[in-house]
């Protein structure tokens, strides 16, 4: 099984910067690929961006093309979530997510704040 914890978040300021880390653990060798989605009170949770393990292209939702950026160290088996130039809309849960051989795997979420 493979485990995920995230880490990095908080509060922020509009326009301001915040780094994301999901660290994962256990059989870390059947992850195929890693994503974020984030979850607003009274909506539903959705697709942030996500990145291959073996590499390739990362995807972006369209909200946060161009501001938030996903990245990965297999080293480390830890991906990122850049975010930049942040907006109050970005406030939610932000949570991790892997797929892997074996099915899927959520971390338990962390909370990002973006006041005005």
């Known amino acids: 099984q493979v485990q995920l914890v995230e880490s990095g978040g908080g509060s922020v300021q509009t326009g301001g910067s915040l780094r994301l880390s999901c660290a994962a653990s256990?059989?870390?060798?059947?992850?195929?690929?890693m994503a974020w989605f984030r979850q607003s009170p009274g909506k539903e949770r959705e697709f942030v961006a996500n990145?291959?393990?073996?590499?390739?292209?990362?995807n972006y939702a369209d909200s946060v093309k161009g501001r938030f950026s996903i990245s990965r160290d297999n080293a480390e088996a830890t991906v990122f979530l850049q975010m930049n130039t942040v907006k109050p809309e970005d406030t939610a849960v932000y949570y991790c997510?892997?797929?892997?051989?074996?099915?899927?795997?959520w971390g338990q979420g962390i909370q990002v704040t973006v006041s005005s």
């Open positions: 997510k892997a797929n892997t051989f074996g099915g899927v795997v």
């Open positions: 256990g059989r870390t060798f059947i992850i195929d690929t």
């Open positions: 990145i291959n393990w073996a590499g390739g292209s990362p």
